[in-house]
């Protein structure tokens, strides 16, 4: 792996296609894209879920926003999607396996990431995205269960 790389594993209590769904609709995406302390409203939100499609998120919190810009490069549903951001050439590859017992491994490769997105206080945000992904994940089961 190369210094501008970062890989993020995570294994989700939930089935892949469900964790895909969160992964690629705009009303799932707004419950919990972004770091904490951060929010994407439903209608910040583009998912042209195709090859050479959108993927545009406006993050808004205290310090400010951020809109996020992407090409989608590869949709494989449920296992993989990738895109690349324009304005810094990084790329990202989410892979979803599915483990057999309800539960998904989510492995995230970013190439060409910038460097201020590699400090320490970044990855940590980065962190709490999944960690927001991985609670509405569990509020959705709870859901389904009742």
Not at 34 to 49: H, Y
Not at 61 to 89: C, D, K, L, N, Y
Not at 109 to 136: C, I, W, Y
Request: glycine share 8%.
């Amino acid at each position: 792996m190369n210094a501008d790389e970062l890989v993020y594993r995570r294994v989700l209590p939930a089935p892949r296609e469900l964790v895909w769904r969160c992964l690629t609709e705009p009303a799932e995406l707004a419950c919990f894209w972004g770091p904490s302390g951060m929010v994407t409203p439903p209608d910040g939100i583009v998912v042209e879920l195709h090859p050479g499609g959108r993927f545009e998120t406006l993050m808004i919190g205290e310090q400010g926003s951020h809109r996020m810009v992407a090409t989608f490069t590869e949709i494989v549903p449920p296992e993989r999607i990738a895109w690349v951001e324009p304005a810094t050439g990084m790329h990202t590859t989410s892979t979803l396996e599915d483990l057999g017992d309800g539960t998904t491994a989510v492995v995230i490769h970013q190439r060409n990431v910038p460097e201020t997105m590699r400090a320490p206080e970044a990855r940590a945000g980065f962190l709490t995205s999944l960690d927001k992904l991985e609670q509405h994940l569990a509020h959705l089961a709870q859901g389904d269960r009742s």
